[in-house]
């Protein structure tokens, strides 16, 4: 294959040419060279299943596949420092977040280009480079506005870096005129940036990789860690990777998903959040599957619980660890209300242990004791509860995974998710990918819940609780109601510099357009610099 060349859209600078240097450019290419033209057909096999779904399919455990289910096997033995990761704390690839969230009392940060992060072009070029000074050791920050220095501390907490998913792409960089996939540019960027710091370190090169649909993605990025170990002469496993089981297509598949990649996988892990996106997505069609207010999709309800016993289970099965996921409440400055929140967190971290993660999420440094100390009091000195196998419980079938939700549809939640759907955007669009609104923590994929379950009951008609039918009309009037609320709570300023009316406009255009669009962040990318 000839040498290609990638072209760059944006004008280079200091930051952009310190990380895509000659040789690294040269990496990526190869990789976009060599794998992109998949990408292509693993999006198309997402629309197939997708229109099967619509035809009035549901998604279940494939028999083509079940050999690999009923067989044994085991995935590679997790490395030594990432057997213990009771507490992770995610957050953006922002300089000051990351030194604070490296600082935090976890024992991992997931470094998110992804959920957490709006893909702007700065904020991407510039995440590398926070993540590579991360990974030296010399990453630090004198924050002029707040007169704040920050400093890494002692033994930081163990750095993975979450990627894009495989629908976005990075439109800044293409080949022959083509965008090129953003997940091998955060890769092979991180790769190719820490790769000899990280091993010099003692440690591996550790990803999390979001959305996957299909147990052939994980083949793919399979390819992808062999092609780059190889090519810089690594032993196989240098590269490790937690998968996001976070879409309904994927649950269904998770031995397939462990086994095309067992080389490398270390752990999967509940994206709870764009799990009940997803549910909602695939099942768009499925009048009986229609999900209740968003406020009452917790993690209790039996076809979540479901989804987090048959993870662990199947993980717990193949030596791989078991991960929960993210409880959106943040700390509150009020001492009653922040009791309530602690409560609530330990709660759900309590019913994620009970049923057998290895460790869980949060948002926010200030949950960091409360959690810790729920795996503390059950685990001790014990690292993980890899041995707690659960090969006895009764069996968790395609039925239950896909039991419809109880729940109200009210018209108080309508109104919710119109203004959070409406200030995520709006922060999105500004190059902030992650946001407190009304208390809780909103990212691509809570935002992703608000706006397809308006969606969804404008499709299928659906009444709320005072009887009123959901229309497009009636969310007409709500959204210009709620967006005056939500003028008067930023205030004029904040609305004209802020993105606002973008985000209306988007937002009230995908929420009544007939085809559900896929990722609120596509038709968002456009308005990104
Ligand atoms: C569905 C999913 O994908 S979940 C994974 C993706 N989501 C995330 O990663 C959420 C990450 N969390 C966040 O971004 C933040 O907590 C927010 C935006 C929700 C709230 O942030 P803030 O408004 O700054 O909160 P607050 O003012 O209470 O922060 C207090 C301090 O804690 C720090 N902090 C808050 N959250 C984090 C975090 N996740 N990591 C590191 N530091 C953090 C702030 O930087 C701030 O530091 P400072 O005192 O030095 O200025
Ligand atoms: O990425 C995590 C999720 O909940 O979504
Ligand atoms: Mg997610």
């Known amino acids: 294959m000839s040498k290609a060349s990638l072209q760059f859209t944006q004008p280079s600078d200091n930051a952009s040419e310190q990380i895509f240097s000659e040789q ?14 998949a990408v292509d057909q693993l999006l198309s096999t997402r629309e197939e299943a997708q229109k099967a779904y619509d035809s009035g399919a549901l998604p279940d455990f494939d028999p083509a596949t079940a050999d690999i289910r009923n067989s044994d096997w085991q995935v590679a033995p997790v490395p030594k420092d990432l057997q213990k990761r009771r507490l992770e704390i995610t957050g953006p690839v922002e300089r000051k977040m990351v030194i604070n969230a490296l600082n935090a009392d976890v024992d991992v940060f997931m470094a998110d ?113 062999h092609f780059t170990e190889q090519k810089f002469g690594l032993p196989t496993g240098t590269i490790r990777a ?22 490398h996988i270390v752990a999967l892990n509940c994206g709870r959040w764009d799990y009940i996106f997803s549910y909602i997505k695939t099942l768009r069609a499925h009048p009986d599957r229609i999900l209740p207010d968003r406020q009452s999709v917790s993690m209790d309800k039996p076809f ?21 996921g993210m409880a959106a409440f943040i700390p509150s400055k009020d001492a ?22 290895d460790g869980t999420w949060i948002a926010h440094p200030g949950l960091a004791e409360t959690v810790k100390a729920v795996y503390q009091k059950h685990l001790g000195d014990k690292p993980n509860q890899l041995d707690v ?35 995520y955007i709006a922060a999105w669009i500004s190059g902030r990918g992650c946001v407190p609104i009304y208390g809780l923590m909103e990212d691509a994929a809570t935002a992703e819940i608000s706006r397809t379950s308006i969606w969804q009951w404008i499709q299928h008609e659906q009444p709320l609780s005072d009887g009123r039918v959901v229309t497009k009309s009636l969310f007409a009037d709500m959204l210009a109601e709620e967006a005056q609320v939500v003028r008067t709570e930023v205030g004029e300023e904040r609305w004209a510099s802020e993105n606002f009316d ?28």
């Open 113 to 225: 280009f992804e959920d957490a992060q709006s893909p702007t072009w700065q904020g991407m070029v510039h995440g590398q480079l926070n993540l590579r000074d991360a990974n030296a050791g010399t990453i630090s920050l004198d924050d002029e506005k707040s007169g704040k220095s920050y400093r890494l501390q002692e033994d930081p907490a163990l750095l993975i870096a979450r990627v894009r998913g495989l629908h976005l792409p990075e439109k800044h960089i293409q080949l022959d005129g083509k965008a090129v996939p953003g997940a091998l540019v955060d890769f092979a960027m991180y790769f190719f940036h820490n790769y000899k710091q990280r091993l010099q370190n003692g440690s591996g090169v550790y990803f999390y990789l979001p959305k996957l649909q299909h147990h052939k993605e994980a083949a793919w990025w399979s390819e992808v860690f």
């Open 304 to 324: 979540l619980n479901a989804y987090s016993r048959l993870l662990i289970r199947t993980c717990h099965k193949r030596g791989a660890l078991a991960m929960g």
């Open 242 to 263: 937690t998968i996001l089981i976070e879409t309904l297509p994927a649950v269904f598949q998770m031995h397939e998903i462990l086994h095309s990649l067992k080389e």
């Open 336 to 357: 009653s209300e922040n009791k309530k929140i602690l409560d609530k967190v330990r709660a759900d971290k309590e019913q994620e242990f009970g049923n057998g993660h």
């Open 389 to 423: 196998t659960r090969q006895d419980d009764t069996e968790i079938s395609a039925e239950l995974l896909l039991q419809p939700c109880p729940g109200e549809r009210t018209e108080q939640g309508m109104r919710t998710n119109i203004r959070v759907a409406v200030q």
């Open 24 to 37: 690294a450019k040269d990496f990526l290419a190869e990789l976009v060279q060599q794998f992109a033209p």
């Open 502 to 529: 973008k985000a209306v406009k988007l937002f009230s255009s995908i929420t009544t357009a007939d085809q559900l669009t896929e990722f609120l962040t596509l038709p968002g990318y456009d308005l990104l610099p």
